[in-house]
C-alpha cells in the first residue's frame, strides 16, 4: 500500500524578500527558472524468502543476518515466519539492492546445495 503523496509547496517561488520584482526595476516576464528539486522516490521492492522442507533453519538464520542485516532475534523470527507461513519479507529496497540480495541469497543456497528460494516483488 502506497500512502498519498504529501501535497507539493504550491506557493510563488520567490526568495526576493516580499518586495516583487528582480530588483532592477522592471517587470518579470521572462521564463520562470526555479524549480522544485527533484526527489522521485524509488519504485521499491520487497525481497521475500520461500518456505522448502531440506533447508536447514540455522542456514535460514544466518542468512538472514548475512545478506539482511538482521539480528540473531530478529532473523530467528522471519526464519520461523517463513517455515510456519510459507513466505516472509526479509526487506524493502531498490529495484537494484533487492536485486543483489536476491543474488546473494540463491548463490550462497545453491553453493550450500540447499533448496532455498528468494524472490522479488514491487511493492
Ligand atoms: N522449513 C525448513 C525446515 O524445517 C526451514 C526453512 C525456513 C526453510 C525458512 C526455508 O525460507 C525458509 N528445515
Known sequence: MRLAPAPAH???????GGKGGDGRGGTET????????KTKRPNLYRVLLLND????????VLVLQDVFNK?????MQI???VHQKGV???GVYPYEVAETKVTRVMD???KNQHPLQCVMEKQ
Request: charged share 30%.
Open 10 to 16: 504550491a506557493g510563488p517561488q520567490d526568495d526576493e
Open 30 to 37: 521572462g521564463t520562470a527558472t526555479k524549480t522544485r528539486p
Open 53 to 60: 522442507d531440506y533447508t536447514p533453519m540455522e542456514f535460514v
Open 71 to 75: 539480528s540473531r532475534e530478529e532473523a
Open 79 to 81: 526464519m520461523l515466519h
Open 88 to 90: 516472509g519479507e526479509c
Open 108 to 110: 550462497t543456497a545453491r
